[in-house]
């Protein structure tokens, strides 16, 4: 098994029900470690760089004003297949449809406001991490 280093967003859904503690327990709890953390508000460029892969589908601007609408938590989780092991812990994107336990099923409200965002595969967990974080901000 690998080390990984996954990027992990508490979005604004969640920082607004003061839910940044209990996510974090989760993620500790399955043995992943915050290895870097901060609490931005983040801007309209900042949203529409880092979900421009999702720039031509119809919810992107909706999905980049949601972010915009409060205060998030960035943070780089660290631990064995960290990328599997934290969208196991999230559950499915849709909060109906995940399992019992997860972080969505538990505190999501709806698709959007579904209380996470997690890097989908290793190569863009780096391109993530690099966007909100610099080498020297990742204390392992």
Sequence with gaps: MAIQRTLSIIKPD???????GQINARFEENDLRIVA??????????AEGFYAVHAE??????????????????????GENAVTANRDIM???NPAN???GTIRKDFGESIEANSVHGSDSPENAAIEIAFFFSQTELVG
């Design 57 to 78: 589908r119809a919810f992107f601007g909706d999905l980049c004003d949601f972010m915009c609408s409060g205060p998030v938590v960035v943070q780089v989780l660290e």
């Design 37 to 46: 953390q901060k609490r931005i508000h983040m801007t309209r460029s900042q």
């Design 98 to 100: 995940a399992d019992e």
């Design 91 to 93: 559950g499915a994107t």
């Design 14 to 20: 969640a920082t607004r029900r003061n839910l940044t």
